[in-house]
């Protein structure tokens, strides 16, 4: 079965949250796109030569979900060769036979628009800010500084901005527990794949 879930949306909303557990649930493979940006991005040197030169254990890296690793991520996303690199591989994980689940900012828009089900996940900055420092600590306000900044310039770029899909279920998890979302996404595709017979 070829069934792709593409789950878009700003930082720190719980969009790798809901793709693990969907994954986990109907047995899909996940992949965090986020985290191909964030490898360009922590290599350093000519980002579009770093971007055609992935492989895969430079995902593996320990020092890509800081804070300083997701705005190097967010630079080197603007620049449309760092992109243009990371199409095919995208596009091979989302149609490969077996369901996949993808997270990141333009899946649903520009990597896999015919993806089954699209889910734009989102929150408040405040929320998306206080969820971050929990897990990073340090000082509130340049945390919350540092998710506008990022959100700026993910949604302001010329080339794939981060926007919902036509017809992607939003979901607000502001005041949502992690629980009650997944189980709203778990309930998205279930009624999809119901829908196939
Ligand atoms: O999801 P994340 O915070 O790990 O993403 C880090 C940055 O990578 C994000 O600020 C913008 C960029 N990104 C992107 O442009 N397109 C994607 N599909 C995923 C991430």
């Not at 878009?8 to 793709?19: E, N, Q, R, V, Y």
């Not at 492989?55 to 320990?62: M, Y």
């Not at 540092?146 to 770029?157: K, L, P, Y």
Request: glycine letters at 10%.
């Amino acid at each position: 079965m070829i069934f792709t879930v593409a789950i878009d949306g700003p930082a720190a909303a719980g969009k790798g949250t809901i793709g693990r557990a969907l994954a986990a649930r109907f047995g899909f493979r996940h992949l965090d796109t986020g985290l191909l940006y964030r490898a360009v991005g922590a290599k350093g040197g000519d980002p579009v030569a770093a971007a055609e030169g992935l492989v895969p254990s430079d995902l593996e890296r320990d020092d890509l979900r800081s804070l300083a690793a997701g705005q190097a991520a967010s630079k080197v996303a603007v620049i449309p060769e760092v992109r243009a690199a990371l199409v095919d591989f995208q596009r091979r994980f989302a149609r490969a036979e077996g369901g996949a689940v993808l997270d990141g900012r333009d899946i649903g828009t520009v990597i896999c628009p015919e993806a089954e089900v699209k889910l734009y996940v989102t929150a408040s900055a405040e929320v998306r800010a206080h969820r971050r420092w929990l897990e990073v600590g340090g000082d509130q306000s340049l945390v919350l500084a540092e998710v506008r900044e990022r959100d700026a310039r993910d949604m302001g770029r010329a080339d794939a901005p981060l926007r919902a899909a036509a017809d992607a279920v939003v979901l607000d998890t502001s005041e949502m527990t992690v629980e009650a979302a997944v189980a709203r996404a778990i309930a998205v595709v279930e009624q999809t794949l119901e829908g196939r017979g």
